[in-house]
Each structure stands twice: as C-alpha cells, then as structure tokens.
C-alpha cells in the first residue's frame, strides 16, 4: 500500500532518504510517496468514521510455505545463513524499501532535451548541430534502490556461489520478498543477471570481463546495470524476422559500429546492454533470418549524475546522456504500467559494439539471457500474489460489512483461501525452477557442490529446466493478473482508487504476461522444447511425477496424488499423440497432409497444453510438499484444494476436438462484414 501519514513520517526518517531531508515538504511527500491532496482511507466531513488501512506485513516472517520450502530443502548450515540473511532483509523492505519504491510510481522519469530548454531560442537543436545535452531525470528512490541492490548481491549471489548450487534459490527467495516493493527496479536486475550469465558462459574477457566485474559487484559505485536491445518496431517476439539493426565491421580495429531503431528498451538508464543485430559484409549484404543474427556488446556511456551526494550512500537524480552522437534515446514510452521504469525507443547512430557471440549464433548466445528473465518474471510474478494476498487477507480483519468483519463470511474467506492457494503453487513452481537453474549452473561452471548428481538424473533435470522454464514464466504471469485483479476487487471502491497504491499493482503486473514473451510465444517455445527433445522430456516429466508420488503418502494425500498422476498421463498421451517421433523437427522426413492436420492441432492447444503441464507439475510440488514431516494440515489442504480442479486442459488421446478451419471462420465472419463488397 502507499505509505499513510504515520509511514511517511517514517520513511522520510529513514537513513536511506536522510540525503534529501532538505528538499521542500511537498516535494518531500511526493519522494515518499504521499499524495498532496488527500489520504487513503480518510473520512469525510460528515461522518467519524476513518477505516483503518491494511499493514504490509514482514514479508518473510509471514509466508509460512517458503520458510517450510528452505528448512525442507536447505542443507543446515546454508539454512541458518539464508534464513539470518532473509529475516533481516525482509525487515529492511518493510522500513525502508517500500517506501522508496513508492516514491518511484509517484515521481517516474523524464526525458530532457538539451537540457530542458529545447535549444537556442526555443528550437531543438539536433546533437550533429553542436546542440546541449540530454538528461534522464530518475527517481531518488530508483538511485537509492540501484545501490541497494548492489549492496545486497541481489544480482552478484549466483556468481559468489556462497551457498553452491542453492545460491539461485537464495537470489530467489530473496527477490520474492523484494519485488512487489521495488516499483519495477527488478527489471533492470532481472537484465543485468542475464548479461553476467551470457558473460559468464562465454569466459568473457578484456572489456568484457571487466563488464561481468561491474555487473556483480556489491560496491554501489562500482555496480552495473545491463539493458536487453532485442526488439525493433516490426515485431516484438519475432526476433528472427524483425532484425533489421546492422554491424558494420570496422578494418581497423575489428570491433563493429551498430545503426538501427531498438522499440522498447526497457531500464534505459543502464551502463551497458546486449544487442542483437546483423552483420553487413563487404557488400553491403546481411543474411536473414535467424542464422543473420548475431549478439554484441554496447557499453552505453551513460553517467549518473550526482543530486544530493558525492559518496554511495546519496540518491542520483539522473542520467547524462552526453552529446554522442552514436546513441540516441528518442522518446520515453508512455505505458498503462510499469510507469517507474524508464522505457525508451533508441537509435544506433553507428554505435560502437563488440561482438559477443559467433557470427550468426547472437540468439542462441542469448538464451541463456532470457533462461535468466523469465524466470525472475516468474518470481515477480509470485511476488505480486504474495502482496496482495496478504494485504487483502489483513484488510479483511479490519473491514466491517453487513455486520460482521470480512473474515467472518464464508464466501469472502473461500475467494481468500483460493488465492493463498495459487500463489503456493506459482511459489513452488519458480523456487523448483531457480533450483534446477542452480544445480544446472553448477555443472556448467565446474562448480557443483558435494553432491553429484547421478547422469540420469542429470539428463532428467536439463529436461525439466528446459521444459519448465518457459511454462513456469507463462503460466505464473496469468495467475498473477486473475489474482491481484481479485485481489483488487477484495477493498471495494477503494482498491479502484490510486492513492491506495493497489491500482499501481495491477498495472504493473499486466506487463508480466507480454514481457520475455507473450503467452502464445512460450507456449510455442514449450512446442519446440518437445521437440528438439523427440519427446524424450514427457518421458522425464512423468516418471518424474509418478515417481515422486509414489513412496508412502498419508491417506489424505493419496487421492490427490491419483488426480495428479492420472492427469499427468492424459497430457503426456496427448502430447505424444499429436508429435509422434517420424514428425519430430529434424527427422528429414516429409509430413503427409493427416499429419498436418495433427500438428495443427498440437500448435492450437499449445496454450492449453502448457497450463496442463503446469498445473499437474505444481500438483506434484504441493502434494510432495504436503507429505514432509513438517508439513501442516495448511500444507495438505492447499495440496488437496489444487488437486481437485480440472488439471489436464487438453482432449483425449487421438480425439481431435479443434476445428481449425472453424476457429478462423469464426473468428474473421465480423471483419468480412465490415469490408466493402468488391
């Protein structure tokens, strides 16, 4: 929630915002967050009464599941020093955090031109003519949060490896309780992690290196943020067809220069980003497609320039975007959300690169970058259930209606306890994702703790990360919309309101299914992933399942586990009957037209298939999690709650229930009749 008068006093009293105490009440307001007209919750002139507005609760001492999730599955040792760590920081997002992060939403960024004057009398002078400089003006809050997040490893942790392949857990868990206060500061983390593991997996060096030291540090002054310059303004998704950015190769000295428009950059402030783009050869020619992409390396130039204070500990009030003439930020982006964010359209004016990967191989070098995000989309996404679960549940303990606390009528607690139910399982899903992230970088990186895993079991979990991770992004960014968007609905007319804060919350949340791919686009990423496999990860999925459900449960699980299990096999039968192995992608052989048709099908369910793949493994994590000895009767009934819904989405083995043809007729009738008759 935005913070009442009581929290401003609060906030503003904090030593993180001790460096702008001086700055004029109303502007003091707007930095932490407070309207200037109004409070949320107020009464009015005619009544006394004021209702009582609900508390962020301590974000970790409160969510029993993910304190069950690390003394379950944390060795001791790492246990006692994540949870030492998570405790203090959870207190430190509701003191000092939250309040930061308001401020953000309620003071966004600006672009200046030269300056803000607009050139010599009143003109914009273009930077080739000699004109000013350009500024980014940010938040004091976004520069504090930036420091902060330095100095808490929020992005260097999986690189330390102080708690070996845990330490993706840890990041995760710790960024859970961190996003829903962050205002979106999590973007620039989430971007800056998925740099330092393409750097790192390249074995970068010289300059490159030196960018992975930055991007990891724990000294603000020291500390990186990364861009992602993917999309241009043909398509978003459809890297491969939209690239039109080009590298020209310089003779000299063998780096490259980059011309070209990227549409929606997101953390515009950054240091450095990774760019996609196509190399230009000696004629003028670049090849298309996806073999014509290749991935660079741009350090941005960009200086933050000092408001309030000289050392590390004081707020920044901008960005100097300098006279260069080689990177242009065009315009801001004017968004439904995500406001705090600055998001600009940007133009390569043969803007100086150094190319990372292969010639040609710039998307699969990026893979590993979008691994990374979309699973911190995930955990914001997580993240935002969390929020908001837990202050409806608190509102519902001080709102009175039709004579009784919320809490005390039935339907209202059934709403409650199935959002408590969906965010356990968006939990589970992504802390099993940075689990299998972690152990796999582990291996990757020669660095795997003690306990090595057998090669079977190695294959299985490259499979689940690879299948898991685009179905745990697309299917916990739709519950995240249907949750808050109830959660909303939970405070009445006042969670319509903006100065509660709760509107901010949805909006920003509603990115969540269109960043790092819409969900029709990882839902065909899940396609792919099935397969390149030739099937063999829906063997691992449910001997994965079946497997795991099958050592001695209680009673009360049993059931559940049968539902979980039954409907595990349906999907698993469905998928392979509609990808048989003679049509797998790569065989050579020719597809007859039947077998068109079956792959049609296979691409018009993929949504569908996706969500059942989603929601038969998060069945397997809350039933699995259910039956430890610590486990609650909380714990066995979220498992039972989840079970009970209909978990496989897709028909029946060899029934082929969608109408292609239909689909498009239906869907194009209405157009048709708007058009002219020829």
């Known amino acids: 929630m935005r913070p009442s008068r009581r929290v401003y006093s609060r906030v503003v009293a904090s030593p993180m915002l001790k460096a702008i105490s001086h700055l004029h009440p109303l502007l003091l307001r707007r930095v932490a967050g407070i309207p200037n007209a109004c409070t949320s919750y107020s009464s009015t002139f005619t009544s006394s009464f004021y209702q009582d507005e609900p508390e962020l609760p301590d974000p970790y001492s409160t969510d029993p599941l993910l304190q069950g999730y690390l003394i379950r599955n944390l060795p001791k040792q790492t246990h006692t020093d994540v949870t030492a760590d998570l405790s203090r920081f959870s207190r430190l997002v509701k003191e000092q955090i939250d309040g930061l992060g308001r401020s953000c939403e309620t003071w966004g960024p600006v672009l200046l031109t030269n300056g803000?004057?607009?050139?010599?009398?009143?003109?914009?002078?273009?930077?080739?003519?000699?004109?000013?400089?350009?500024?980014?003006?940010?938040?004091?809050?976004?520069?504090?949060?930036?420091?902060m997040s330095a100095r808490e490893g929020l992005v260097s942790a999986p690189y330390e490896r102080k708690h070996g392949d845990w330490s993706r857990v840890q990041q995760a868990a710790k960024l859970y309780l961190f996003s829903p206060s962050s205002e979106l500061f999590t973007c620039p983390i989430a971007?800056?992690?998925?740099?330092?593991?393409?750097?790192?997996d390249i074995k970068a060096k010289g300059?490159?290196?030196?960018?992975?030291?930055?991007?990891?540090?724990?000294?603000?002054?020291?500390?990186?943020?990364s861009g992602q310059w993917m999309t241009e303004r043909r398509g978003g998704s459809d890297v491969a067809g939209a690239t039109e950015t080009i590298a020209k190769k310089n003779a000299n000295s063998g780096s490259f220069s980059l011309y070209g428009d990227k549409h929606f950059c997101s953390a515009s402030d950054a240091n450095m980003t990774l760019v996609l783009a196509r190399i230009q050869d000696e004629g003028g020619n670049v090849t298309s497609g996806t073999k014509g992409i290749s991935l660079f390396y741009v350090e941005t130039g960009f200086g933050h320039r000092g408001m309030w204070s000289e050392d590390d500990k004081g707020a920044d009030f901008g960005v100097d975007l300098g006279v260069e003439q080689s990177?242009?930020?065009?315009?801001?982006?004017?968004?439904l959300g995500t406001r705090q964010l600055p998001t600009a359209e940007i133009e390569l004016r043969g803007t100086p690169a150094i190319l990372m990967s292969?010639?040609?191989?710039?998307?699969?070098?990026?893979?590993?970058?979008?691994?990374?995000?979309?699973?911190?989309n995930a955990i914001s996404s997580a993240a935002a259930m969390r929020r908001i679960t837990s202050l409806a549940t608190d509102?519902?303990?001080r709102r009175s209606a039709f004579g009784r606390r919320l809490i005390e009528h039935p339907l209202h607690v059934h709403t409650l306890s199935s959002m408590e139910v969906e965010t356990r399982g968006a939990l589970l899903l992504t802390l099993e994702v940075a689990r299998l992230l972690g152990a796999a970088e582990g291996r990757n990186w020669g660095q795997q703790g003690e306990e090595q895993q057998e090669m079977k079991m190695v294959i299985r979990d490259e499979h689940l990360l690879r299948l898991l991770t685009p179905i745990a992004k697309l299917y916990t960014a739709k519950q995240a919309v249907r949750v808050v968007s109830e959660g909303l609905e939970c405070f009445g007319g006042e969670g319509y309101m903006e100065e509660t804060g709760i509107p901010c919350l949805l909006r920003d949340t509603q990115v969540l299914p269109i960043w790092e791919g819409t969900t029709n686009v990882l839902a065909m990423d899940m396609v792919r992933v099935l397969h390149k496999s030739r099937g063999a990860v829906l063997t691992h999925f449910l001997d994965h399942i079946e497997e795991g459900l099958s050592h001695h449960l209680p009673s009360v699980l049993k059931t559940p586990a049968n539902?979980?299990?039954?409907?595990?096999?349906?999907?698993?039968d469905f998928a392979r009957w509609a990808m048989p192995e003679d049509k797998s992608v790569g065989t050579g052989k020719s597809i007859e037209a039947n077998d068109k048709g079956i792959l049609q099908v296979l691409e018009s369910s993929a949504r569908n298939l996706a969500y059942s793949f989603a929601r038969c493994y998060v069945g397997y994590l809350l039933i699995d999690h259910a039956s430890w000895t610590g486990a609650q009767a909380t714990d066995v009934f979220a498992a039972q709650r989840w079970s009970n819904q209909q978990l496989c989405l897709v028909p029946a083995q060899g029934c082929n229930s969608v109408d292609i043809a239909?689909?498009?007729?239906?869907?194009?009738?209405?157009?048709?009749?708007?058009?002219?008759?020829h």
Not at 207 to 225: G, I, K, N, Q
Not at 327 to 335: E, P, Q
Not at 563 to 572: D, E, G, K, L, T
């Open 116 to 147: 803000g004057f607009g050139g010599a009398k009143g003109r914009r002078t273009d930077h080739a003519e000699g004109g000013g400089r350009d500024f980014l003006l940010i938040s004091p809050g976004w520069s504090l949060l930036r420091k």
């Open 191 to 200: 971007m800056s992690d998925g740099a330092a593991a393409v750097l790192k």
């Open 207 to 225: 300059e490159l290196a030196v960018a992975f030291e930055h991007l990891t540090s724990r000294d603000p002054a020291h500390f990186w943020t």
């Open 327 to 335: 990177l242009h930020l065009r315009r801001l982006k004017n968004k």
């Open 358 to 376: 292969e010639e040609g191989r710039g998307i699969s070098a990026m893979s590993k970058m979008l691994t990374i995000t979309r699973l911190h």
């Open 395 to 397: 509102y519902a303990h």
């Open 563 to 572: 539902q979980v299990i039954q409907a595990s096999r349906s999907v698993v």
């Open 662 to 677: 239909m689909d498009k007729e239906l869907v194009n009738e209405g157009l048709r009749k708007m058009q002219p008759p």
